[in-house]
């Protein structure tokens, strides 16, 4: 299955509730941290909520 490499890049201070639990699930916290998840559908869902907080690139591994 495809991968995808997501970074947070911008703050959650000021984000709603919501947007922090979506950054937890993908298991990002803080600037510049980085995960390597798998492309389904939920991830996907998650990935959509915080556009604005992250940074998201397909994964060549």
Known sequence: MA???VTQ???AIGSKPKQRGSL???GLGRI???NVL????DMRGQINKVP???SVEE???
């Open 3 to 5: 991968k995808v490499r």
């Open 9 to 11: 890049t911008r703050s």
């Open 24 to 26: 937890r699930a993908l």
């Open 32 to 34: 510049g941290k980085t």
């Open 38 to 41: 798998e492309d389904t559908p």
């Open 52 to 54: 604005h907080l992250i």
């Open 59 to 61: 994964d060549a591994s």
